[in-house]
């Protein structure tokens, strides 16, 4: 029976450690101390290292982890990122015998050119990075947003009761946007009142579901009227064009207080 641990890092990321009760893989270990300090506490021991790009917070602990466990590394070959044992892209499938885990590997570009991410579909978990925020999406770093467009769709088409276990914890943030874009989106007003319920009691408000997030995240919404209205209206993009939608969502977000 496989489990995932909430490995809070930083400021505001989440690691996660995908475990049996012996065996354990660590999805983009940002830093390596919490990562040992749970291994440890657990009694888990490390089999295998998955990143989803090459930001620090997410390949930064690596090296260490490396000291401690000489284990195979995966990663996107498209992305610049020392210490990988294999490279991997769309179609590609990531087998970690220790856990009887299987990963099929998706090209989500777009906060990185080279970001992947990792779905288990017997488990129907994704881990994603910072391509699908809970209520939101990463930055558009490298990629166009025709890419980053694209990349959410096809994670939007994953089935709806998948798990999205994303790197951050800015599902408030997200959803005060998400209010502003859509506000005639009732399912808006009451998730923000689930999360903000959760952090209150610092309970994480990650994972949530791919059905959750079609239906409150705007970035997975941008072929609907009420965020092509509210957009028209406050003169940030005319039309329905959802990669021009989506290009206006984007830069509305960046700048939103």
Known sequence: MLNVLTVPAFNDN???IIHDGNHAAVVDPGDAAPIL?????????LVAILLTHHHADHVGGVPTLLQHAKVPVYAPRNDRIANVTQSLGEGDTVRVPEL????????????TLGHIAYFAPEQH??????????????????????????????????????KVYCAHEYT????????????????????????????DNNVPTVPSTIG????????????EAGIVTQLA???????????AVFAALREWKNNFR
């Open 14 to 16: 989440y690691l996660w």
């Open 37 to 45: 300090a749970a291994l440890n506490a657990h009694k888990l021991s």
């Open 100 to 111: 009887d885990l299987t990963l099929s590997v998706l090209d989500v570009p777009g906060h």
């Open 125 to 162: 978990w994704l881990f994603c990075g910072d391509t699908l925020f809970a209520g939101g999406c990463g930055r558009m770093f490298e990629g166009t947003p025709k890419q980053f467009l694209a990349s959410l769709d096809k994670l939007a088409a994953l089935p709806d009761d998948t």
């Open 172 to 199: 408030l943030s997200n959803l005060r946007f998400a209010q502003a874009a859509e506000p005639g989106n009732d399912a808006i007003d009451m998730r923000l009142q689930d999360e903000q319920h959760k952090r």
């Open 212 to 223: 959750l997030e079609k239906a409150t995240n705007p970035f997975l919404r941008t072929r």
């Open 233 to 243: 209206s406050a003169g940030r993009a005319a039309g329905n064009d959802p990669v």
